[in-house]
């Protein structure tokens, strides 16, 4: 099978993967007939979630908060959209935070705000605790992310200095909160997706999971297995550093039998240093799988983001397979060095083995996809 053919169909199960989390669907079949008094929605996937919820809630008072440069929602004449800084908070997080805080205590005992959480919300809305200003904040998270800290690891430290996280959104008001989460952490905890605003532990209170990583990796299992392809779901969740990560999963990809497709899923980092070009951990993660498949076979793989937004490249990841590094060099590319700086999306840019698809308005954080054509 061509590396053009293998790549088209990796690109066919990331596709299957994408529509299983598609937020819309998800929030539409999750709740029940209950309509809410309120809708609170807030993430990179809260337009698609606030659509979803506003199918049997077109009448409740509602507060979206998306990604600065996001498509809005229709919010209909009892709503209103705001728009925040992510992925780092700045002033616009701080309103966006207390305009929340304002929405949640007009809400009473006897009404329920249904709540749409997806990954971003920390970022999106900010309200350091007291004594804390808003730039030490900023200081402390990035210094723990350029580190390489997990997503857990960075959303609680985000909550230890918190004013509206872990729960201090949803202590804002006595209304009953219902939390549907479409979740980008691993082991799917709400408390830790977007730092858990509104998980405050009442026992009336209703939190539910709607969607994951998982969900996704098991649609694009069905998709492979209905096209002939043997399937091998990666048990170990994608963590540590991306290249090294890439690396191990195309090891992995090595010892598949002919016919046969690994998929994994979770979120890698990067460590960074003080060079740095344009990337991101997707494109570190194909590019360290790259380095491992020089020269080997029918193996090709592709690694991309849920939200379709690599760090700070345009794409969403990148294909690469056993003549990657070879064709890199014939145009004077250097894999070692783009990883040493950084500077990955030019690499794939020059051959042409970028995915790019734009904001996807979903968020469950990263795929990767391999396979071993037919013998």
Known sequence: MRSSSRFSALGILYGAALRSVDPETAVARAHGRAAPDGIFAVGKAAAGMFRGAR???K???SLVVLPRGCPAPEAGPRGRVLFASHPEPDRSSLHAAREALTFFAGFGPGETILCLISGGTSSLLCLPR?????????RAVRRLAVSGASIVELNRLRSSLSAIKGGGL????????????LSDVPGDRPSLVGSGPTIRHWRRDLVRVVGSNVTGREAAAREAARRGW???LRARRLSGEAREEGARFARAAKRLAPGSVLIAGGETAVRLSS???SGGRNLEFALGAALELDGSGEIALLAAGSDGIDGSSRAAGAFADGATIARARRLGLDAERCLYRHDTEKFFQRLGDLLVTGPTGTNVGDWAFALRAKG
């Open 59 to 61: 009448g409740a008072l």
């Open 55 to 57: 199918a049997f809630a």
């Open 130 to 138: 007291h004594g804390v200003t808003l730039s030490a904040k900023r």
């Open 170 to 181: 949803g202590l804002a008001t006595a209304a009953r909160l219902v939390t549907l989460v």
């Open 275 to 277: 060079r740095h070009g």
């Open 230 to 232: 043997k399937v091998s």
